[in-house]
């Protein structure tokens, strides 16, 4: 596996703005569906959105006309532009991608550390 980092995690208030970006810690030959799930305390963790390497966009339905999914392919990055932000998307926010390290290999799931929203009342 090729972790992924995280970052633009924080504070806000409800109704503010926040954007997650999320790339491969290191070299990768290719990435194919990259996502973003997010996980409250005692909650599992759910689907916020995906997007394919030929953009195909899913959001989960609590996120929808708020939240906005995007990649820069030359970058190898995935964003996650949150607006209207509120109490109840409090969580810590994960990306994952599928990611082919080589020719050879076949696409593998990974995962990044993490990164902690939290949005006040």
């Known amino acids: 596996q090729v972790p992924l980092v995280e970052s633009g995690g924080g504070l806000v208030q409800a109704g503010g703005s926040l954007r997650l970006s999320c790339a491969p810690s290191g070299y990768v030959f290719g990435i194919d569906l990259m996502g973003w799930y997010r996980q409250a305390p005692g909650k599992q963790r759910e689907l916020v959105a995906d997007?394919?390497?030929?953009?195909?966009?899913n959001y989960a339905e609590f996120v929808k006309g708020r939240f906005t999914i995007s990649r820069d392919n030359a970058k190898k990055t995935v964003y996650l532009q949150m607006n209207s932000l509120k109490p109840e998307d409090t969580a810590i926010y994960y990306c994952n991608a599928a990611i082919k390290k080589n020719y050879y290999n076949n696409y593998v799931s990974s995962w990044g550390q993490g990164t902690q929203v939290t949005v006040s009342s």
């Open positions: 997007i394919t390497g030929s953009n195909v966009i």
